[in-house]
C-alpha cells in the first residue's frame, strides 16, 4: 500500500518538478539564445585587428595592431581599452589599461593603429566601449612572435611581390619577408619595432601618407635600413632622398650582380632605369657607366636601391638571388649606432628599474619592531633599575618608573622615525637621448616613484609616447593605473598603492624639437679645428668628443652657447675603451643613479665612432628634464627629485689634408 501511495503520488510530484525544470530551462535558453542576437543587431557594431607585420611581430618590441570598426547607428563617442597585468622581467609587472578614445561616426567604418607591447597581444582583449560604461564590441588578439629570424617588411598588396628575399639572411638569422599594405604601414616610427629592413618600390613610396612617409623617414634616420627597388615612379619628395638618380630603361648586362656577390652572374640582360647617382651616395655593382646598386647614409641608417626590379625572371631564376640580399643586408649593418635597441628587452631599457636603488630607504619600522624592542628593553633596564630601586629602599617604585620610562624612549624613537621620514614624494629619473642631428631624438626613459601618500599620481607624456606603468611583482595594485592616448598627450595615472611602494614610469618616443649639438670639424696638419654649438634645449655637461681612439673634452655647454674647437691631436686623451676613459671624465654616471645608465649602455654594445673614417662621436649629459620625463602634474609634494640623462649624437670630422697626423 505503501509503495502504491508514493508511486502514484510522490513519483507523480517528482515527474511534475522535473517537467517544470525542464521547461523553466528551456525558456531560460531560448531567451538568451533570442536576446543576444537581438542585441547585437541592435548595436551593429563589429571590431576586427590585425597584429605586426601580416601577423609577425617581435615580442621584445612595441606592435603595431590595426583595428577595424564597423558602426552601423548614431555618432557616438567611445573608447578603445585594453587591461594587462604581465611579467616584464626585473621582478616587475606592466599593471595597467590602455585607453584610446575614438569617435565612431554613424554608420562609417573606422580604422585605428594602436601599438601593445609584444610580450602581451596574443591573448589581449580590446574592448569597444561607450562613455556611457555599454561595451559594444571586443576581440581578441593573436599573431605569429618571432624567433631568430630577421623580418622584412615588404610595401605591397601581393605576397608574390616578396618572394625575392625567400632563401636570404642577414648574415646571422634567417629572413622572414612579410607583405604590409599601404593602408596598416605604421604612422609612427616606434611602430616599426622589430623591423630589420623595409622594402619598396619608389611607386609605392609615393602613395604613403604623409605621416607614414615621415614614419619611415624618421626611423631610418634612427638607425633603419630601407630598401628600394628599381627607380620607376621616383615623386619628387623622394629625389633628393634615394641614391641612384631615375633614368631611361635599357639592358645591360648582370656580370656586376655576380662580382657583387661574389657568385656566378645571372645568365641574361637586366632591365635597369638609371642616370648616376647622388652626390651622398655609394656605389656598389654597376655595368659600365650604369649603377646597380648604390647606398646612401641618412641619420644612423641607410638607404639601399637597385635601379633593375628584383621580380624579373632573370633574378628569380638565377641560383644566387638569396646571396644578392644577403649581401645587401649584412653590408648595411652598423653595430652599436643605431638609436633602434629592443625597448622590451629586460636587459636594456628595462634594466633602467635599477634606478630604484637611489631611492633613500626611508621607511617608518613597523609597530611590530617596535614592541620587541620595547620587550627588550624591559628584560635589559627592568633588572638594573629594579636592583637600584631596591639597594634606596624604593623598590615599590620600580612599577611606575619601568613601563613609563620604556613607553617613553620607545615613543621618542617613533617620533623621531616620523621626522626624519621623507615628507613627500621620491623620484629618481634617468634617460637616454638619442640625437640625429636634424631635431629628432629618440627617448627611452624610467622614472622611480615612493611616496608617503596613497592618492594618485599623474604624469603628462607626448602625445604618442609608448608608457608603461610598473609595479613590483608582489604589488597587490587592482589594476587601476590609466594610460590614456589623447590627440594632445599621453596621460599616465597610477591608482592608490601602498605607502611607500616604489613604482616606475617607462616612456619611449621618437621627439622632435630636441634641437642638435652643431659640428663643423676638420682635421688638419695635426690639429682638430672647428666649432662646436649646442642648439639643444638643455644645460649640457661634461660634452666630449670620441674620434679615431682619443677623447677630446669639450666641457659644459648653455643653450645655444657656441665653443671654438682649437686642439692639437697628440694633446688628446687615448682610450682603449670609451666608457671607461668617459666615466673618468663625467663621475656623475658612475654614481648614484648613473650606474643605470652605465648598465644600459654596456648592454646596448655603443660604439665610440668609426675608427678607419670621418664618423665621430659626441657624449653629454644633463640634469634637466626630457618631455618623457614629466614631473608629477598633480598636487603633490615633492620631497626628492634627481634626473640624470645620457645624450648621443654622431658628428663628421672632414680631413682636408689626409687626416689628423699629416
Known amino acids: 500500500m505503501v509503495y502504491q501511495f508514493w508511486k502514484q503520488n510522490v513519483g507523480f510530484w517528482r515527474h511534475k518538478v522535473l517537467v517544470s525544470f525542464l521547461l523553466f530551462f528551456a525558456v531560460v535558453i531560448t531567451t538568451f539564445s533570442v536576446r543576444i542576437p537581438v542585441a547585437l543587431a541592435a548595436n551593429g557594431t563589429s571590431l576586427s585587428a590585425s597584429v605586426g607585420f601580416s601577423g609577425y611581430f617581435a615580442e621584445d618590441d612595441w606592435v603595431p595592431v590595426t583595428l577595424r570598426i564597423s558602426h552601423q547607428g548614431p555618432a557616438e563617442s567611445a573608447v578603445l581599452k585594453v587591461s594587462i597585468n604581465q611579467s616584464m622581467g626585473n621582478n616587475t609587472n606592466a599593471i595597467g589599461t590602455f585607453q584610446w578614445p575614438i569617435e565612431l561616426p554613424a554608420n562609417q567604418n573606422v580604422i585605428k593603429q594602436i601599438s601593445l607591447p609584444g ?104 638607425g633603419g635600413l630601407l630598401v628600394v627597388t628599381g627607380t620607376h615612379g621616383t615623386a619628387s619628395d623622394w629625389r633628393g632622398i634615394l641614391p641612384i638618380k631615375p633614368g631611361k630603361e635599357e639592358k645591360v648586362s648582370a656580370d656586376g650582380l655576380g662580382a657583387f656577390t661574389n657568385t656566378i652572374p645571372p645568365s641574361g640582360n637586366l632591365t635597369v632605369a638609371a642616370n648616376g647617382i647622388s652626390r651622398s651616395a655609394e656605389e656598389w655593382a654597376s655595368e659600365g657607366n650604369t649603377p646597380l646598386i648604390a647606398s646612401r647614409l641618412l641619420g644612423r641608417g641607410e638607404i639601399w636601391q637597385t635601379s633593375f626590379s628584383p621580380n624579373e625572371g632573370t633574378l628569380l631564376a638565377w641560383s644566387g638571388n638569396p646571396a644578392l640580399w644577403t649581401t645587401i643586408l649584412r653590408n648595411s649593418t652598423l653595430p652599436g649606432q643605431s638609436a633602434l635597441v629592443k625597448p622590451l628587452s629586460p636587459n636594456g631599457v628595462l634594466s633602467l628599474t635599477s634606478v630604484r636603488d637611489a631611492l633613500s630607504p626611508m621607511r617608518v619600522p613597523s609597530l611590530k619592531f617596535w614592541a620587541m624592542v620595547f620587550l627588550l628593553y624591559l628584560l635589559v633596564i627592568g633588572p638594573l633599575l ?277
Not at 623598590?395 to 624613537?413: D, E, N, Q, R, Y
Not at 604589488?475 to 601602498?498: D, K, M, Q, R, Y
Not at 648598465?599 to 662621436?617: L, P
Request: with cysteine.
Open 119 to 222: 610580450d602581451v597581444v596574443n591573448g589581449a582583449e580590446v574592448d569597444l566601449v561607450l562613455y556611457n560604461g555599454n561595451r559594444i564590441a571586443s576581440t581578441f588578439l593573436s599573431g605569429n612572435a618571432l624567433g631568430h629570424v630577421a623580418l622584412v617588411s615588404v610595401i605591397s598588396d601581393s605576397l608574390q611581390t616578396a618572394a625575392y628575399w625567400t632563401g636570404s639572411s642577414d648574415g646571422v638569422n634567417p629572413v622572414q619577408p612579410v607583405v604590409v599594405s599601404l593602408s596598416t604601414f605604421p604612422e609612427t616610427a616606434g611602430a616599426l619595432g622589430g623591423i630589420r629592413a623595409v622594402a619598396a618600390s619608389p611607386d609605392l613610396l609615393a602613395k604613403l601618407s604623409q605621416a607614414q612617409t615621415e614614419a619611415l623617414i624618421t626611423w631610418v634616420q634612427l
Open 386 to 662: 629594579f636592583t637600584w630601586l631596591r639597594k634606596s629602599g624604593r623598590a615599590a617604585w620600580a612599577w611606575f618608573f619601568l613601563p613609563s620610562i620604556a613607553l617613553v624612549v620607545t615613543v621618542g624613537m617613533y617620533t623621531f622615525g616620523l621626522a626624519i621620514r621623507p615628507p613627500g614624494l621620491l623620484n629618481e629619473a634617468v634617460g637616454v637621448l638619442e640625437l640625429t642631428g636634424n631635431g629628432i631624438g629618440q627617448a627611452y626613459s624610467m622614472q622611480a616613484l615612493m611616496s608617503p601618500f596613497r592618492n594618485q599620481m599623474t604624469f603628462a607624456l607626448p602625445p604618442g609616447t609608448f608608457a608603461l606603468t610598473l609595479e613590483p611583482s608582489n604589488s597587490t595594485n587592482l589594476n587601476t593605473n590609466l594610460i590614456t592616448h589623447e590627440a594632445n598627450h599621453t596621460l599616465v595615472s597610477f591608482g592608490t598603492s601602498p605607502r611607500w611602494s616604489v613604482r616606475y614610469l617607462y616612456a619611449v618616443d621618437t621627439l622632435s624639437k630636441q634641437g642638435s649639438l652643431s659640428c663643423t670639424l676638420s682635421s688638419s696638419f695635426g690639429l682638430l679645428l672647428g666649432a662646436v654649438t649646442n642648439n639643444t634645449p638643455y644645460p649640457l655637461h661634461d660634452v666630449a668628443l670620441f674620434w679615431q681612439g682619443r677623447l677630446y673634452n669639450l666641457g659644459n655647454f648653455s643653450p645655444g652657447q657656441t665653443k671654438s674647437v682649437d686642439r692639437a691631436v697628440e694633446s688628446a686623451q687615448n682610450y682603449s675603451n670609451w666608457l671607461f676613459a668617459y666615466s673618468n671624465y663625467n663621475h656623475t654616471i658612475t654614481h648614484s643613479i648613473g650606474r643605470s645608465l652605465i648598465q644600459f649602455v654596456s648592454s646596448e654594445n655603443w660604439t665610440d665612432d668609426d675608427s678607419s673614417g670621418n664618423m665621430a662621436m659626441l657624449i653629454a649629459s644633463t640634469s634637466a628634464r626630457i618631455p618623457t620625463l614629466p614631473m608629477v602634474s598633480n598636487r603633490q609634494k615633492v620631497a626628492s627629485a634627481e634626473t640624470l640623462v645620457l645624450i648621443r649624437q654622431y658628428t663628421t670630422v672632414s680631413t682636408d689634408s689626409g687626416g689628423p697626423f699629416v
